[in-house]
């Protein structure tokens, strides 16, 4: 089974920039996207971006589209999420997943979230 560990998360000011990222383990070649999910309290979970493991090819969420840029280093089994101009509103914590959005597969595996916080 692939394990997916998120990192790079934390506190940033208004119009900030922050780069997750998501490290694959184990098992590698089961899974044919990676997908990068939120949720903030009280919300629903929200599809983000997801970029395909064999040909790079990529969706980007319309509501965050122009801020949000997903990219993959597959030789260190890691995809990156790099968030610009943040707002307030995009405070929640940060899933990635082997799925794209709506991460509804049965099958889907989670990482255990990072926290992002936009705040001054």
């Known amino acids: 089974q692939v394990q997916l560990v998120e990192s790079g998360g934390g506190l940033v000011q208004p119009g900030g920039s922050l780069r997750l990222s998501c490290a694959a383990s184990g098992s590698t070649l089961e899974y044919l996207a990676i997908g990068w999910f939120r949720q903030a309290p009280g919300k629903e979970r929200e599809g983000l971006s997801c970029?395909?493991?064999?040909?790079?090819?990529?969706y980007v969420a319309d509501s965050v589209k122009g801020r949000f840029t997903i990219s993959r280093d597959n030789a260190k089994n890691t995809v990156y999420l790099q968030m610009n101009s943040l707002k307030p509103e995009d405070t929640a914590v940060y899933y990635c997943a082997t799925d794209c959005p709506p991460g509804i597969s049965t099958r889907v595996v989670w990482g255990q979230g990072t926290l992002v916080t936009v705040s001054s």
């Open positions: 970029i395909s493991t064999r040909d790079g090819s990529t």
